[in-house]
């Protein structure tokens, strides 16, 4: 391990807070629920496969999770320092949390009405069930009873509350009981109130062996078990009731980043109290009693806004597995086979492919194998002196850090910048980082006040008697699994000023000293935003002299002030301006003498749409950027990110037409948002859907 001191650079500039706009903003929070209210959409149409339906359903509740961990906590912690407001039209933290209650309430409403209207009964047709008690055959009962003794029973630790026995500590988003009591247990104890925790090895859902069910696909909830079978915990006691219930905590981890001497050893000792931060939300069973909501709020120190009765599982997120557990097609999507590009075809030597010009690969189309291929060519190929990556999201059991630590097994220098910081991934990035260590590779921990969010990997190759320097810059993480199901751009490329500019970043990550200027990538914090103003700022300039003006921006989020309004003074020269935000966007679009040249649209469909790509037409030259970064304060101002622009005329063009033009013209899976925020599905007028992720499935995927 490399101990680094606090800083990184001689004088570093501290992180910086943007002028704020003074144009209105919408509400960070109230777009985020929108977003989920896009994905719920997704799970109420009917055109849509089933179980794929019910994929969506779950993934809202992993989102709210989230929400409510990050977003929610941050407002809750506002009220309780007395936050003012921190935009022009924005209300204050109190109103705020109110307006997300009552939207996240009804969300919620919607979901379990879909599945137990819908969802649920649809599966029932085509065999897959979801039986409760009443539902049981005796032959299931028992099966299950058993199943109870054997399998949960030894792990379970019922607490009856007492004096001696206080209200146990309860995990984040852990799957808890609150029971009813009648009668007195062996010391003449009776509180009338127990819990019990279910532990988080259990599995939330069990299906039915052959035998005993009665459908191919037939599954038991584990509360549904543990429900029926609990009075086996509280011998010579009746229960009255058993209600599960669930608590939601703030999870962001609090480290003062400039008293820490040791990241690593620092996030390690933080990690466990993730579980226990600030109750933010409680989720109960809709048949809990009104006494017992009331001392459960007490004891999380909560109040009814804080309350969630749902009619169902307590966590729908658990249900994600069900569609990996059926085996129907025809309730899935159609599997594809990724393609790959042309020059990939018939390519065995990649670094000899890679030398006759720059490889784009547009995921997940197209395969994320070349990526996986490029380093295992560069761990095995003796030529290989040196690799270096950046490592953000890669999963914890990774194919790529396997390479690297065979890399660095066989005598390579390998330099691995591994952000501990990636929220929720902490702990594999700590993993990954000991077994680096343990081979002698360079363990660098990025830059104490800024994460490490850039995609980058560079290969040094010893060729002809010099060195010679191959990269890839990508738009998402090195995660194969992800690759799958995230739209994303990345390029592999040996042009030297490129390559110059990757091996600059590198020394300023692991190193000290001012830095340099690039040639062609910009890098946050230093020149990423102020390059996206004078882009902006430039078009305005052509439309104000009458010439043609265009932006085209594709991202995750929109939030940063400055850009916003330098968007709405372009707007306001004549600069027509296309935004394809996914998620959260702050800007409001179509406002009259400020933002009608603006139009803002979100695409929803079958993979998350995760690639960044920024075009200026720039008075025909066509400048075009894929990036790590969203247009937010943090990406700009608290992350290393990295802006690439695409040089070769032809990857420029598939850019331009794969990442921007297909989803600007796509007509099915598409949102158009209004001035208010509110979204609009958009509907083919001429009644032939143009999907976008279909046609570039079509184009670019094997099969």
């Keep these: 391990m490399i101990k680094r001191p606090n800083t990184r650079q001689k004088n570093p500039p501290p992180p910086r807070r943007p002028r704020q706009a003074t144009q209105p903003l919408l509400s960070r929070e109230l777009s985020l629920i929108a977003f989920n209210q896009r994905v719920l959409a997704q799970a109420q149409d009917a055109h849509v496969p089933l179980l794929e339906r019910l994929r969506y359903l779950t993934i809202v509740s992993s989102n709210l999770d989230e929400f409510f961990e990050i977003r ?21 933290p109190d109103a705020a949390f109110a307006e997300v209650s009552t939207r996240v309430q009804a969300l919620v409403a919607q979901q379990y009405g879909l599945l137990n209207q819908v969802i649920f009964p649809s599966l029932a047709e085509h065999g897959v069930r979801f ?27 019922p607490i009856g509350l007492d004096p001696a026995h206080p209200f146990p500590r309860v995990l984040n988003k852990s799957l808890n009981f609150a029971l009813q009591l009648e009668g007195r247990d062996a010391f003449g104890r009776n509180s009338g109130i127990a819990i019990v925790q279910a532990p988080r090895l259990l599995p939330r859902v069990i299906q039915l062996p052959k035998g005993v069910a009665r459908g191919k696909y037939d599954f038991v909830l584990l509360s549904a078990v543990l429900q029926a079978f609990v009075d086996a915990l509280f011998q010579g006691m009746t229960v009255k009731g058993c209600y599960s219930f669930r608590v939601t905590r703030n999870s962001d981890l609090f480290l003062d980043e400039e008293e820490v001497k040791d990241m690593r050893a620092a996030i390690q000792g933080e990690l466990p109290q993730r579980h226990f931060g600030d109750t933010v939300r409680l989720e109960v069973a809709k048949t809990c009693p009104t006494d017992m909501v009331t001392f459960l709020l007490s004891q999380f120190g909560l109040d009814e806004r804080d309350l969630y009765r749902v009619d169902g599982p307590v966590n729908l997120a658990r249900l994600m597995m069900i569609p990996d557990l059926v085996d129907l097609p025809a309730l899935k999507f159609k599997p594809f086979v990724p393609g790959l590009p042309r020059a990939l075809e018939k390519s065995t030597d990649l670094f000899a492919t890679i030398r006759k010009g720059d490889v784009l690969l547009h995921h997940p189309f197209q395969s994320f194998h070349p990526v996986i291929e490029l380093l295992e060519q560069a761990a095995q190929d003796p030529d290989v002196v040196a690799i270096k990556q950046t490592v953000y999201r890669t999963g914890t059991d990774s194919v790529l850090m396997k390479y690297l630590i065979d890399a660095a097994q066989r005598g390579k220098e390998v330099t691995v910048v591994v952000e501990l910081m990636a929220r929720f991934d902490e702990e594999a990035n700590l993993n990954w980082a000991a077994k680096l260590e343990e081979v002698g590779a360079h363990v660098v921990y990025g830059v104490v006040g800024y994460k490490t969010h850039g995609k980058l990997l560079m290969v040094v190759r010893r060729e002809g008697g010099k060195l010679r320097r191959y990269a890839h ?43 340099r200027k690039l040639n062609h990538i910009l890098l946050a914090p230093f020149t990423l935003h102020d390059h996206m103003l004078t882009s902006i ?55 009259p003498g400020l933002s009608e040249n603006i139009r803002v649209r979100s695409i929803i469909g079958r993979f998350l749409e995760h690639s960044r790509i920024f075009y200026f037409l720039n008075d025909g030259a066509e400048d075009v950027w894929i990036s790590s970064a969203d247009w937010m304060e943090r990406n700009f101002f608290r992350r290393i990110e990295a802006g690439v622009p695409i040089l070769d005329p032809k990857l420029k063009i598939r850019v331009i037409k794969e990442g921007l033009k297909s989803y600007l013209a796509d007509n099915s899976q598409a949102w158009t948002m209004n001035a208010d925020g509110e979204y609009h599905h958009r509907q083919s007028r001429s009644g032939v859907p143009n999907t976008a992720q279909e046609q570039l499935l079509a184009l670019l995927a094997a099969v």
């Excluded at 049981?136 to 009873?145: I, K, N, S």
């Excluded at 739209?487 to 970043?505: H, K, P, Q, W, Y």
């Design 473 to 515: 810059l990508a738009t998402g993480n090195y995660h194969p699994r992800t690759a799958r199901l995230y739209t994303d751009f990345g390029l592999m490329t040996a042009n030297e000023r490129i390559c110059d500019d990757v091996s600059e970043i590198f020394k300023q990550l692991t190193g000290l000293g001012r830095a």
């Design 537 to 591: 700022r430039r078009e305005a300039r052509h439309a104000r002299l009458g010439r043609k003006a265009h932006i085209i921006a594709k991202m995750n989020s929109l939030l940063e002030p400055r850009i916003i309004e330098a968007l709405y003074v372009a707007s306001q020269a004549g600069v027509k301006i296309d935004l394809i935000v996914r998620g959260v966007c702050s800007l409001r679009p179509g406002i």
């Design 72 to 92: 929610v906590a941050e407002l809750k912690e506002r009220i309780k320092l007395g936050g003012d407001v921190a935009h022009p039209g924005e209300v204050g």
């Design 131 to 157: 039986l409760l008690e009443e539902a049981w055959t005796a032959a299931q009962r028992e099966w299950l009873h058993n199943y109870f003794l054997r399998e949960l029973m030894p792990l379970l630790t």
